[in-house]
């Protein structure tokens, strides 16, 4: 059977206009900017507005007629959508089907939610690889998009710092015979030990909501903050090495490390751990703080649109989440 190379043909992101600043938060919970700054390297984040449709659909519409730009493909191109968010906009039907209406797409292609939390646009990575490798599809739209801001509690010093909302999204499609664009290796995995350290339990099959619990703190997420940091920065780096090991290439061979955006201090642990060169590591969290599994696909836009990695470029991704999930992706853009 043929195999084909994965290339990402085009990428896009959205972030909507309302920023909200560490100031702002401050007024509303006991914190500083100076607090937030220095344990998270967070100075703000965006906020999404219902009334200009900017929940995880609506927002990764936009990201994708960019990416669709980019790659000059039309929407009917797409053949696949993969879509991965934490809350999407409503339990059934699922967001990568509403994506697929508001994007005009009328060749009734496959569209499929995924929920990893953080690590989700990464799990759906090798999917598409392994589709696109196989030939089963041509046109894959992986897509991550959040809106956090829906089950933050504002109320909440510990957790409310911490997140943001915005979307990303690439297509992948097959490399031409004569171009090197590739997904080189995979990881994924997830720690069902540490399940409970950050866990939103109110709204699903267990526990409803009820007018009681919509009165209670209960139906709040909680997060055990420093477990969290403590698997996240051994796991990325156990995974970022391993899946340049299983390339064949060091990590003198990285030319870009993107890892998912949650905590500066996490990013700069993880570099330090395999003494990985700061200049190479990309980081915007200090914009949009953690927006779960679209900090990577955003960040990865960004650097592209802004001509920092360019084709042939080595690039390592990594990510971690609620789970605890967490996977690394390295790759030929
Ligand atoms: N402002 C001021 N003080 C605060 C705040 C705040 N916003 N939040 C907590 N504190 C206080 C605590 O109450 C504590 O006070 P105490 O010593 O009197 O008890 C003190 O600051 C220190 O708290 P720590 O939890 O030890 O602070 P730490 O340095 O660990 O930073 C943080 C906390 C930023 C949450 C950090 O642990 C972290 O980033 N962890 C990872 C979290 C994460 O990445 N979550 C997302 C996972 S991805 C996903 O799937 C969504």
């Not at 990285?254 to 201090?265: C, K």
């Amino acid at each position: 059977m043929k195999q084909f190379n994965t290339k990402i043909l085009g990428t896009g992101s959205y972030m909507p206009d309302k920023i909200l600043t560490n100031y702002d938060i401050a007024k509303r919970v006991d914190t500083s900017h100076e607090w937030i700054v220095e344990r998270t390297g967070i100075h703000e984040r965006r906020i999404s507005d219902l009334s200009k449709d900017e929940n995880p659909s609506g927002m990764a519409a936009r990201a994708t007629l960019k990416a669709l730009e980019a790659a000059n493909l039309t929407p009917n191109d797409i053949d696949c959508i993969l879509l991965s968010s934490t809350m999407a906009d409503q339990p059934m039907p699922n967001a990568a089907s509403m994506l697929q209406f508001k994007l005009g797409i009328t060749n009734n292609c496959p569209a499929l939610d995924v929920n990893a939390a953080c690590s989700g646009w990464m799990y759906l990575l090798p999917m598409a690889d392994a589709m696109i490798k196989t030939g089963m599809y041509k046109h894959i739209l992986v897509v991550g998009s959040e809106m956090l801001s829906s089950f933050n509690n504002w109320d909440d010093r510990n957790t409310c710092i911490l997140f943001g909302d915005g979307c990303g999204v690439a297509i992948l499609g097959r490399a031409a015979e004569n171009e090197d664009s590739k997904i080189y290796s995979t990881v994924l995995s997830s720690d069902s030990s540490k399940k409970d350290h950050l866990a939103l339990w109110a709204g699903g099959s267990n526990m409803k909501l009820t007018h009681e619990l919509l009165d209670s703190k209960d139906q709040w997420m909680t997060m055990n903050g420093q477990e969290i940091f403590k698997a996240a920065v051994k796991t990325m780096a156990a995974h970022a090495e391993k899946v340049v090991k299983d390339a064949e290439l060091t990590i003198n061979d990285v030319d870009w490390f993107i890892p998912h955006q949650a905590n500066l201090r996490i990013i700069e642990a993880v570099g330090q751990r395999f003494n990985f060169p700061t200049e190479k590591v990309v980081i915007n969290v200090q914009k949009y703080a953690n927006t779960s599994s679209a900090t990577v696909p955003v960040a990865l836009d960004e650097w592209i649109r802004a001509g920092k990695i360019k084709r042939g470029d080595n690039i390592l991704l990594a990510a971690f989440g609620a789970g605890l999930t967490a996977g690394a992706v390295f790759l030929k853009y």
